[in-house]
């Protein structure tokens, strides 16, 4: 199946300035060689630690972040070649979801000017056709007529959360980026909305770059599966794989971290040594080598490439001798 979205070899770095005339002193490499793709009316998963580049890696693909180096084809389209003008026109077709609703509504504009304006911007619909399209969004997100006169601080959490989602598929994009949308949530509005996103990507036919810290909202919403950190990729490939058989030490350090539900059934954790690196001073071999528990002393001198194992793709001399 060919992929709506695909990024090949994805670089993003930005420049650290010092000084009374910000003069530039080094740059920190958030995004290192990144590669996935996306079929369409799938659901690829982006999961790590924060800081790993996740959400860098979404501001790229909507140019909200100028790509360093790599591709960004979206529907055939480098997206990195397009101009200011036309990036601006692609994006209604690409909508991003953020982690906290709050600070990304307007709280001087009512709920019905919120959904409304991006179709105005776009030149979309207007008057009884653009009115007619603000309901019907509403009433596909569970919000009530009555209540798009309010403003986002009339609203709960979910409620809000809920007319992010609708302002970004108003203009029926085929790409959703969704940058943690749960995690500012209690775990039962959680499942609300990703049962929202979930339906919604079925009857609209959406495909979706899903961004998490947690697994098993992953594992509720994802047919594949990047696990980064660092800015690099560690391990990817088909969700159930990874998540059921994860062979890079990093991502079963992140499978053991995820608290149980049997109090009885008490997990062995690996406990990892020492902190991350900086991104500024990051070593000459593995960025996970002076955490990992399987560490070589290869691992310190050189850096793991990515290779086809096992039905899916690894970053690890474990597996690359």
């Known amino acids: 199946m060919k992929p709506l979205l695909q990024v090949n070899n994805l670089r993003k770095t930005f420049a650290v300035s010092s000084g009374l005339i910000n003069k530039k002193v080094t740059e920190v490499c958030a995004v ?32 909200l972040h100028e790509p360093t180096s790599g591709e960004i084809i979206f529907d055939g389209e480098n997206l990195v070649n397009l101009s200011r003008e036309q990036m601006r026109l692609k994006r209604r077709h690409i909508q991003m979801i953020y982690q906290d609703p709050y600070s990304s509504l307007n ?11 991006p179709i105005k911007a776009h030149k979309l619909a207007f008057g009884d056709e653009l009115t007619h399209r603000v309901y019907e969004m509403a009433d596909m997100v569970g919000l009530l007529k009555h209540q798009l006169n ?17 302002r970004a598929l108003i203009m029926r994009p085929r790409l959703i980026l969704a940058d943690e949308p ?22 609209l036919n959406l495909t979706m770059l899903f961004i998490s810290h947690d697994l098993n909202v992953v594992r509720h919403v994802s047919n594949h599966v990047v696990v980064m950190y660092l800015g690099k990729v560690m391990e ?77 793709e690894l970053a690890c001399f474990l597996y690359n001798s």
């Open 32 to 63: 290192d060689n990144l590669s996935f793709s996306i079929p369409e009316r799938n659901t690829l998963a982006i999961i790590g630690e924060s800081g790993c580049g996740k959400s860098t890696t979404a501001k790229c693909v909507l140019r």
């Open 107 to 117: 709280p001087r504009m009512s709920v019905r000017s919120l959904l409304a304006e």
């Open 150 to 166: 309010r403003y986002p601080h009339q609203f709960s959490g979910g409620q809000r959360q809920r007319i992010s989602i609708a």
């Open 182 to 203: 749960v995690s500012a949530l209690d775990v039962s509005i959680q499942a609300q909305v990703l049962n929202l996103l979930s339906s919604l990507q079925e009857e």
């Open 236 to 312: 990817a490939g088909n969700t159930e794989t990874i998540l059921q058989n994860p062979l890079h030490p990093y991502t079963s350090a992140l499978l053991e971290s995820v608290p149980g539900l049997d109090p009885d059934n008490k997990k062995t954790r690996t406990l990892l040594k020492d902190d991350a690196f900086s991104l500024s001073a990051l070593p000459v071999g593995c960025v996970f080598a002076n955490r990992c528990p399987k560490v070589m002393k290869r691992c310190k001198a050189e850096v793991p490439h990515m290779i086809s194992y096992n039905d899916r």
